[in-house]
């Protein structure tokens, strides 16, 4: 037997998901954000809960060829865009559109000579100074484009640096300033401008964590009044437990002393399997369906747990790490980081299983 620790992905999540996102945004077209293997759950395991997107978008060329392969036949974006000509060549090749967020990227296709126009997405730098073209740049490049060999439509994009924390505005103003007048799509919004900012909603949304029932924020309660649900479970189960008298301390580092006289129980996960070792005693956990906290570093193959609030739960219990009663935001929050780090950082030794 392996250790009973196992993932879970549901798409059918992911596909209720969809449909709050786009009740949400009920005039834009949809780009499902698959980027990071779908956010750590596998492409082709969501990939049936897609269909109603109208377009894939991700960055790693592999997982575009991957997407083809399964047979989507509507548009896939690369939102990082074109590194070299073959990668031009795949593009043309299979159908691609492409961000273009510098002159060389456009050279490129330029030079690559494509038969079939490639459709790009032009990147303006409106503030997050990443990657893009500065606003000042942004017309120029735009004219270039238009008389650019191998360049099939031109859509108008960019990204919001705080869209989760309440600020839009001063990116939108620039962009549209700039672009006022000029032909063509436009696309901003990520999640958190999917959920708070229908201005910036345009013709095109780019939503990635939401699908997956995560909050943009990092904070659990900010998504608690929108309808989504978590699209991957990690749980295991109790494999010992120990009674600790007042004044012990359990795991490494001895940073848990027990107050008084409890059980520990002993899970199977560890950070080994994308469990965040940062996370500190007092995070959530559930046992046997039970609310609790951990207690203790958490260890390469092993974390530990107050049996408190479950006082019949013992070995072969079974835990939930994260997913529908457990928010993964609330573990990440605890851990200081956010949701989208923790499904992404899930252990390729985890197995996954498919359920509703
Ligand atoms: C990742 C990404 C998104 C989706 O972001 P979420 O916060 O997950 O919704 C949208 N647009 C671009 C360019 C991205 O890189």
């Known amino acids: 037997m392996p250790r009973p620790i196992q993932a879970f992905v549901h798409p059918d999540a992911v596909r209720d998901n969809l449909q709050v996102v786009r009740q ?23 990939y049936p809960a897609l269909e109603a997107a109208d377009g894939i978008a991700l960055l790693d060329l592999n997982e575009a060829v991957r997407v083809r392969q399964l047979g989507w036949k509507k548009p896939v974006l690369l939102l990082e865009g074109i590194f070299t000509h073959s990668d031009v060549k795949i593009a043309e090749e299979i159908g691609l559109t492409v ?13 690559t000579k494509p038969t079939k126009p490639i459709d790009i997405y032009l990147k303006m730098n409106s503030g997050m100074n990443r990657l893009a073209f500065t606003p000042e740049q942004y017309r120029e490049a735009w004219e270039r484009a238009l008389a650019s060999p191998g360049v099939g439509t031109i859509t108008l994009m960019s990204h919001f640096a ?22 063509g799509d436009r696309s901003l919004s990520n999640s958190a401008a999917t959920l708070w900012h229908t201005r910036a909603h345009r013709n095109w949304i780019r939503p990635g964590i939401v699908l997956y029932g995560g ?10 009044d929108v309808q ?11 494999i010992g437990t120990q009674t600790m008298r007042a004044g012990e301390t359990v795991g490494y580092a001895r940073t848990f002393t027990a107050e008084r006289d409890i059980r520990i129980g002993v899970v199977a996960c560890g950070y080994a399997d994308g469990y965040p070792r940062h996370a500190p005693s007092g995070t959530p956990v559930s046992v046997d369906g039970v609310l609790t ?9 092993m974390l530990t747990v107050d049996l408190t609030p479950c006082p019949h739960a013992g070995i072969g219990s079974k ?28 252990a390729p030794r985890v197995p996954v299983s498919v359920t509703a």
């Not at 961000?99 to 030079?111: F, K, M």
């Not at 909050?215 to 608690?224: F, L, M, Q, Y």
């Not at 989504?228 to 109790?238: C, D, F, G, K, Q």
């Not at 835990?319 to 499904?343: C, F, N, P, R």
């Open 24 to 46: 949400r945004a009920p005039k834009s077209r949809v780009w499902a954000v698959v980027k990071a293997n779908a956010y750590g759950h596998g492409i082709e395991r969501i």
């Open 99 to 111: 961000a273009i967020h510098c002159e060389e990227q456009r050279e490129l296709i330029a030079s």
């Open 162 to 183: 705080n869209a989760d924390e309440g600020e839009v505005d001063w990116q939108l103003n620039r962009f549209d300033a700039i672009t006022h007048g000029m032909p």
């Open 215 to 224: 909050s943009p924020s990092g904070r659990a309660r900010d998504v608690a």
């Open 228 to 238: 989504v649900r978590a699209s991957m479970t990690l749980s295991s189960e109790i």
């Open 293 to 301: 906290r951990t207690a203790g570093r958490v260890s390469m193959d």
């Open 319 to 346: 835990v939930e790490l994260w997913g529908q009663h457990v928010k993964i935001d609330d573990v990440a929050a605890s851990s200081g980081t956010i949701g989208y780090e923790l499904m992404c950082a899930l």
